[in-house]
């Protein structure tokens, strides 16, 4: 179906609801977290009644992005006519919010993930997007709804976080086109880049001293790696979203071609985080092996079993894709 067809059906849908849930993926990272708050506001600004709601809290970094905490944990119990699921791939990454949304008449998903599993009743699945914020802006365009300041800064920062500054390949003519036409109605660059790129708290840096202490090569130094245990956390008063975009330091190390982070979840449950510098190495492919996924250069998943195991058996997958591809 046409992405015109899809907005429309969308905005169709919004008009004949009134209650409207907005929901994210667990673990929310910037296109996340401004995808569904940029959403959630436009639809309280159509008259909507509003609920954003997200299984763990607001990042400090992006905690700007909310000044009047739109953003709460799951409730059950309420009933909604739409819900929307907003760059989450697939419907088991919504975490406990998925457990309290099934009282609903629509469920919307808008994502960029290829490894979206189309688990809506509505699917706007548009891999080309470099990010989700983007889609939500296309469907704002496409329903003539004003982008306040407010909302921009929100779908500048989705669009920023998820292309690395614009840096990353996924980033298209069209994605410089949206961020300007933001600029435009009044996203404050300065701001955001002062909050979520120029100010970290000290806690990050000690977790970023504990990874450039411990982090390994192998595979003739084209694979990066490191664990981030409970105890790093303990030890450096740091919490998991002070690990965000800390696997980028080691992936521009110059012979690295994949970097990876194993992360401890529970004892037998390790979170793997995997990026690519090249287009002939898919780490999507890889996560999809187990069980996991996202896009060509950045991908995950969670793994079960003996930590060193799990360890053994992505480096051997990340191995084999070096192998075959150079």
Same mark, same amino acid.
């Given at each position: 179906m046409k992405?015109?067809? +899809? +907005?429309?059906?969308?905005?169709?849908?919004? &008009?004949?609801?009134?209650?409207?849930?907005?929901?994210?993926?667990? &673990?929310? !990272?910037?296109? =996340?977290?401004g995808a569904q708050l940029g959403l959630a @506001?436009?639809?309280?600004?159509?008259?909507?009644?509003v609920v954003c709601w997200n299984q763990d809290p607001m990042p400090k970094k992006l905690a700007f992005l909310d000044p009047d905490g739109l953003l709460t944990k799951p409730q059950k119990g309420r009933e909604f006519d =739409?819900?929307?699921?907003? !760059?989450?791939?697939?419907?088991?990454?919504?975490?406990?919010?998925?457990? =309290?949304?099934?009282? &609903?008449?629509?469920?919307?998903? +808008? !994502?960029?993930?290829?490894?979206?599993?189309?688990?809506?009743?509505?699917?706007?699945?548009?891999?080309? *997007?470099?990010?989700?914020? *983007?889609?939500i802006f296309k469907l704002m365009r496409g329903g003539n709804w004003a982008i306040t300041p407010e909302i921009a800064d929100c779908l500048f920062t989705a669009i920023s976080t998820d292309t690395g500054s614009f840096q990353y390949p996924s980033t298209r003519p069209a994605t410089y086109y949206v961020a300007g036409k933001l600029v435009d109605r009044g996203a404050d @660059?300065?701001?955001? =880049? !002062?909050?979520?790129?120029?100010?970290?708290?000290?806690?990050?840096?000690? @977790?970023?001293?504990?990874?450039?202490?411990?982090?390994r090569l192998t595979h003739n130094d084209r694979i990066a790696y490191f664990w981030l245990r409970k105890a790093d956390y303990s030890r450096t008063g740091a919490g998991p979203d002070d690990s965000e975009g800390l696997i980028d330091h080691i992936r521009a190390i110059e012979p690295v071609v994949v970097a990876c982070v194993f992360e401890e979840v529970e004892p037998g449950l390790t979170r793997i985080s995997l990026r690519s510098k090249s287009d002939r190495v898919d780490v999507n492919e890889i996560a999809m092996k187990f069980g996991g996924g996202g896009h060509k250069a950045a991908a995950g998943a969670r793994v079960t079993g003996r930590p060193m195991t799990v360890q053994r058996q992505v480096i051997n997958a990340l191995k084999k894709a070096l192998n075959s591809k150079h």
């Open positions: 992405a015109s067809r +899809i +907005i429309q059906r969308i905005l169709d849908a919004v &008009r004949e609801s009134e209650t409207v849930c907005v929901v994210g993926h667990v &673990r929310p !990272d910037g296109d =996340c977290i @506001l436009a639809l309280k600004n159509q008259g909507k009644k =739409c819900v929307f699921a907003t !760059d989450c791939a697939s419907y088991e990454r919504l975490g406990t919010a998925g457990e =309290c949304i099934m009282k &609903r008449k629509l469920l919307i998903n +808008i !994502d960029h993930h290829p490894s979206n599993t189309r688990y809506g009743d509505v699917n706007w699945v548009s891999a080309r *997007e470099p990010s989700t914020g *983007e889609l @660059l300065a701001k955001i =880049c !002062d909050e979520v790129y120029q100010s970290y708290p000290l806690s990050r840096v000690r @977790l970023l001293r504990h990874m450039f202490n411990h982090f």
